[in-house]
């Protein structure tokens, strides 16, 4: 079983920059496809940007050159680095995980985190 953990979400203003970071435990974090997704009220949950297990990433068309993903193995922790924030940024960020590969439908993740909250204001 695994579990996350975000973390590093506030308010910010438009143009600033945050850094969220997802810690696993449970399991063997290397085999693990983790894929950032959100939700804003009223929209369904959209995949941001996401790493499988041999480190390729994928973004939201959305967030391309302004978000970043990386992983650290030795601390078992993903990280989103996320630049030039835009209001419609503003969602509840989750981690989640699944094995090897990423997928775009979150019904196909085992795992979540809790969420964390990012509000940018305008």
């Known amino acids: 079983q695994v579990q996350l953990v975000e973390s590093g979400g506030g308010l910010v203003q438009a143009g600033d920059s945050l850094r969220l970071s997802c810690v696993a435990s449970?399991?063997?974090?290397?085999?693990?496809?983790i894929t950032w997704f959100r939700q804003a009220p009223g929209k369904e949950r959209e995949l941001v940007a996401a790493?499988?297990?041999?480190?390729?990433?994928y973004y939201a068309d959305s967030v391309k050159g302004r978000f970043t993903i990386a992983r650290d193995n030795a601390k078992n922790t993903l990280y989103l680095q996320m630049n030039s924030l835009k209001p419609e940024d503003t969602a509840v960020y989750y981690c989640?995980?699944?094995?090897?590969?990423?997928?775009?439908?979150?019904?196909?993740?085992?795992?979540w985190g809790q969420g964390t909250q990012v509000t940018v204001s305008s």
């Open positions: 790493m499988n297990s041999v480190e390729s990433t």
């Open positions: 989640a995980a699944r094995p090897l590969r990423v997928l775009v439908n979150p019904a196909s993740y085992d795992y």
């Open positions: 449970g399991g063997t974090f290397s085999n693990l496809a």
